[in-house]
């Protein structure tokens, strides 16, 4: 569930720096039957054969989920950091931090913690900041 933390929208102040972080995170990224369309598509693949190669069962067996690396990452992450389906990425991907976050992620993302920052930073009027230890 979102957390608002701040006044403005998260839209203006936050950016993401492609760190990759989030992707690494272990935890499984949800998809809707838009996503697996879109995906498969894009992978020039059909449903059932993205479905076979790319994709396995969630822990709870409500749907499918992007298949995993050993180490807990997605397995659409590149070597170098980037997504390998950033064009079509699953709605799960596309809408964070804006529609949903985990507890920590202000801690995870680097983005949020700058956009926090900066924003708690520009909001402190200067009686606010003296009091500041
Ligand atoms: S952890 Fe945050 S800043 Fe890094 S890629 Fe993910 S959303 Fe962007
Ligand atoms: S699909 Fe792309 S954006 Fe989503 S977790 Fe995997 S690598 Fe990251």
């Known amino acids: 569930m979102q957390t608002n933390v701040q006044e403005e929208p998260l839209e203006s102040v936050f950016r993401?720096?492609?760190c990759g972080t989030c992707c690494r995170i272990p935890g499984i990224v949800r998809l809707r039957d838009a996503d697996?369309?879109?995906?498969?598509?894009?992978?020039?693949?059909?449903?059932e054969e993205f479905i076979a190669r790319h994709t396995d069962l969630s822990p709870d067996r409500t749907c499918l989920v992007l298949k995993?690396?050993?180490?807990?990452?997605?397995?659409?992450?590149t070597p170098d950091g980037l997504c390998r389906i950033h064009a079509v990425k699953p709605r799960q991907c596309r809408t964070f931090p804006y529609e949903w976050r985990n507890p920590d992620s202000e801690i995870t993302c680097p983005g949020l913690r700058t956009a926090y920052a900066v924003h708690s930073s520009e909001s402190q009027t200067p009686s606010e900041k003296r009091r500041q230890p």
């Open 68 to 77: 995993n690396k050993e180490d807990g990452s997605c397995a659409q992450l």
């Open 16 to 18: 993401c720096l492609r």
């Open 36 to 47: 697996i369309s879109a995906i498969a598509s894009a992978l020039h693949l059909t449903e």
